[in-house]
């Protein structure tokens, strides 16, 4: 009778155990892309024949966790690194996890997030942009550089996401840029963006600013309205932002995508124009795209892209002319 009761005993305790956190359930995965292509890219009378990473998609590879708390609560983590395939050498030439590299908790509340990661002004621009948002083909990538561009990812972020509220998300980030001095404030980046997203409709609204070191430089602000429209057999992108600082921007881009089977063509444009404080044009960029991809797998694909891209300065000058055409192959893994 005493050893069925210390048996049942040890079973309860045994239970108790294995169902606490200590042994809650967790996965560690390995991500990436590897992407190259050859091609040629002409700057204005050069012309140069390259094997270059990351036409499509940017290369890197990642590891991913995530563990079950229990009670709808998830810690989350992510390291990111990016990678110029076609050399072996680092995509940021430093740091090791130069894309992302964030610890998150996730529940019912939504989700918070501490580290380098992109910024909720990124998630729309990324996510509405011309060719698939393709790193080297979409048009964006050059015309809205006209007058300096935003960044993308930021150190120090402190991020929260919202849950989804019948179609309605909302996210924001602050980065602490931790170089503050004696005389001089510290560095900062604020972004947000609201989003409603159901069926075939998307539309958002993204901000970002960047406050530089101290208080006398101007801090560069965007202002993005952007969408989509996917009918299935084509989808429709478009988006138009404001940016002021230094200069002022105006700008907008449109894009559209079909499928045919396991192909599918993208094109795009994009348009800027940067104006002084004072009113006076200083520069102008215009870009055209066009990509083809064909899926071999779900995880290999071909593909095919143009880019061309001019701007110029108040004079009418060139600044930049570039062409720029590749063939490839990207791997997800």
Request: overall charge positive; charged content about 15%; proline content about 2%.
């Amino acid at each position: 009778m005493k050893i069925a009761r210390s048996v049942t005993y040890i079973a309860s305790a045994a239970s108790l155990l294995f169902s606490s956190p200590l042994f809650a359930q967790s996965s560690v995965t390995l991500f990436g892309v590897a992407d190259a292509y050859v091609g040629s890219i002409k700057n204005g009378s050069l012309r140069n024949t390259v094997v270059n990473s990351s036409a499509l998609n940017s290369t890197r590879w990642g590891l991913r966790g995530v563990e079950d708390l229990g009670g709808g609560l998830k810690a989350s983590f992510v390291l990111e690194s990016g990678v110029n395939i076609d050399n072996g050498t680092s995509a940021s030439g430093g740091a090791l996890f130069s894309r992302q590299a964030y610890v998150g908790l996730g529940g019912g509340f939504g989700e918070v997030r501490m580290g380098r990661q992109y910024s909720a002004y990124d998630e729309i621009r990324g996510g509405t942009n011309n060719t698939s948002d393709s790193s080297l083909f979409a048009s964006t990538s050059g015309a809205w550089a006209a007058g300096g561009d935003y960044t993308n990812r930021i150190n120090n972020q402190l991020y929260y996401t919202s849950p989804n509220f019948g179609g309605v998300t909302a996210a924001v980030g602050y980065g602490f840029g931790e170089d503050k001095t004696a005389t001089l404030s510290a560095s900062s980046t604020l972004s947000l963006n609201v989003k409603y997203a159901n069926g075939p409709f998307t539309i958002a609204f993204a901000h970002q600013k960047e406050d530089p070191v101290g208080s006398t430089p101007v801090a560069t602000k965007y202002n993005m309205l952007a969408g989509s429209v996917d009918l299935k057999f084509v989808k429709f992108v478009g988006g138009y932002n404001q940016a002021s600082g230094p200069d002022k921007e105006k700008e907008y881009q449109v894009g559209v995508e079909a499928p045919f089977g396991a192909a599918r063509v993208f094109a795009g444009y994009a348009n800027s124009k940067a104006k002084s404080n004072a009113g006076a044009t200083t520069e102008k960029g215009r870009a055209f795209s066009l990509l083809a991809t064909y899926d071999l797998s779900k995880r290999t694909a071909l593909y095919a892209g143009i880019n061309d891209t001019e701007r110029k300065n108040a004079a009418g000058v060139k600044t930049a002319d570039t062409q720029t055409f590749g063939v490839g192959v990207r791997h997800r893994f």
